[in-house]
């Protein structure tokens, strides 16, 4: 099946600071998501984007289909922005996710 | 619209005892998608509904478990004669068939502990 892998595993970041987290998938897809999941553990939409560039507010992503990549940037980063962010991709449409293994972000103040 | 609701948020039980966990998908939904996440994983699938029929089933899905989705609207997933290693968080997703996008919507999870 299709691997995902997210890096990195780990980040720790000041207030205001801006990140990065990349998500590597090994096959062409048709659905790629981004989520938060907060303390809770529910899982909150960020972006649907098998490619292309979207923006809302301080984040946004880009995915890079034909290298089988995406990021996903945070910007001026905030405390409620903690918690573990992760990509998920399916390769038909409307079919089962599989996801990475998440990125843990702290953010301190 | 509403969202994906799920029922109970959180559930204890003694080792060999059934469970049974309830998702209610978005209403306009006609897939319904089960996932277990154990601690520092990310979600793996269980298996997945189109309208009442059941499409696919993971490896993950023994024989002690059963997911349902009699009408096409909610579905339950049981697990027979439970086991330590059945705790975990059991997620429900659900999601458009026909006309992008295809988004999967999660509902709050069902926590399960087997003591």
């Known amino acids: 099946g299709i691997q995902v892998e997210q890096s990195p595993p780990d980040l720790i970041l000041q207030e205001g600071a801006n990140s990065t987290l990349r998500c590597n998938f090994s096959?062409?897809?048709?659905?790629l998501q981004w989520f938060h999941q907060n303390p809770w553990g529910q899982l909150i939409n960020l972006f649907y984007?098998?490619?292309g560039t979207k923006q809302n507010g301080r984040l946004s992503a880009t995915t890079v289909a034909t290298e089988r990549y995406s990021l996903l940037y945070i910007s001026s980063s905030q405390t409620t922005d903690s918690g573990v962010y992760f990509c998920?991709?399916?390769?038909?449409?409307?079919?089962?996710?599989?996801f990475g293994t998440g990125t843990r972000l702290q953010v301190t103040l | 619209d509403t969202g994906v609701s799920q029922n109970p948020r959180h559930k204890i039980t003694k080792r060999g005892q059934n469970v049974t966990f309830r998702c209610d998908p978005i209403?306009?939904?006609?897939?319904l998608y089960w996932y277990r996440q154990t601690l520092g994983q990310g979600p793996e699938f269980l298996t997945y509904?189109?309208?009442?029929?059941?499409?696919?089933k993971s490896r993950l899905l023994s024989d002690r478990f059963s997911a349902e989705r009699p009408k096409g609207s909610f579905s339950t997933l049981e697990i027979q004669r439970t086991e330590q290693g059945d705790s975990a968080m059991y997620l429900c997703?659900?999601?458009?068939?026909?006309?992008?996008?295809?988004?999967?919507?999660f509902g709050p999870g069902t926590r399960l502990t087997v003591l």
């Open positions: 984007i098998p490619s």
């Open positions: 096959d062409s897809v048709n659905n």
């Open positions: 209403s306009e939904h006609n897939r």
């Open positions: 998920a991709v399916a390769t038909g449409t409307a079919s089962k996710l599989t």
């Open positions: 509904f189109q309208n009442e029929a059941q499409l696919e």
């Open positions: 997703a659900s999601s458009r068939v026909t006309g992008q996008p295809y988004i999967q919507y």
